[in-house]
């Protein structure tokens, strides 16, 4: 057993890249609430908990919406699935239980941003 302390402490920041960087910083923004930290070099930064989300446009020959999934925890599960759904996320499926504890669910449920990257709320909701 490894008792040294990890060389690697998190994950500090994620990046998208874009077609449309525009369109796709409105919608972190605008339709998922995260706040802008800064933007440079035309890329722009969020703040995502203790992680920083960059988006950024696309490279010559880089895919956009490539197999990352990006799993975001709500603060509260029923009322961040119906204020996504009030501002036009289409799920792609109905929520998905992952696990039961005493009074509560572990939930899932996927969605696509507006260039196909994958996304998914995971949290556990009340029973």
């Not at 994620?14 to 960087?21: E, H, Q, V, Y």
């Not at 722009?44 to 990352?68: C, E, K, N, Y």
């Not at 239980?97 to 909701?125: C, N, S, T, V, Y």
Request: aromatic residues 10%; hydrophobic residues 45%; contains cysteine.
């Amino acid at each position: 057993m490894n008792t040294a302390p990890p060389l690697l402490t998190g994950i500090c920041q994620i990046a998208l890249a874009s077609a449309d960087p525009g369109a796709l910083v409105a919608f972190y923004r605008d339709t998922l609430g995260f706040p802008v930290l800064f933007e440079t070099n035309g890329m722009t930064f969020f703040q995502s908990g203790a992680t920083r989300l960059m988006i950024g446009a696309a490279q010559p020959g880089q895919q956009v919406g490539g197999d990352a999934i990006l799993y975001f925890e709500p603060r509260d599960w029923s009322s961040a699935e119906s204020a996504l759904e009030a501002k036009g996320i289409a799920f792609l499926h109905p929520a998905q239980k992952l696990q039961e504890a005493p009074g509560r669910e572990l939930m899932l449920r996927a969605f696509k941003d507006p260039e196909g990257h994958a996304l998914a709320i995971m949290g556990w909701r009340a029973v």
